[in-house]
Nanobody, 114 residues
């Protein structure tokens, strides 16, 4: 079955960097758009970035443009979110998503604190 598994969430200091991974299985990863979302406590999930297949159009939310970078390795069926210059307002649970399949991972928490 379709499965997305995020990893890499951790505590990071303001200004620091973190790499999140999303390992996919159960579908032809290289032919699907993959997205990252995040959710703050008590809020709806919000869009962070997406990357079209196979290494196509990339879009970022304004709040992360210039600081975060989405990428994908189709041979490994894995997507990544490189987060740089972390701010306290980036603390959230980050989710991987395959929009066309309406598939979500379980989320990985990111905390930003000094």
């Amino acid at each position: 079955q379709v499965q997305l598994v995020e990893s890499g969430g951790a505590l990071v200091q303001p200004g620091g960097s973190l790499l999140l991974s999303c390992a996919a299985s159960g579908f032809a990863f290289g032919t699907y758009t993959i997205a990252w979302y995040r959710q703050f406590p008590g809020k709806e999930r919000e869009f962070v970035a997406h990357i079209a297949p196979p290494y196509g159009t990339i879009r970022y939310a304004d709040s992360v443009a210039g600081r975060f970078m989405i990428s994908r390795d189709n041979d490994r069926s894995t997507a990544y979110l490189q987060m740089n210059k972390k701010k306290s307002e980036d603390a959230a649970v980050y989710y991987c998503n395959a929009p066309s399949l309406d598939a979500w991972g379980q989320g990985t928490p990111v905390t930003v604190s000094s």
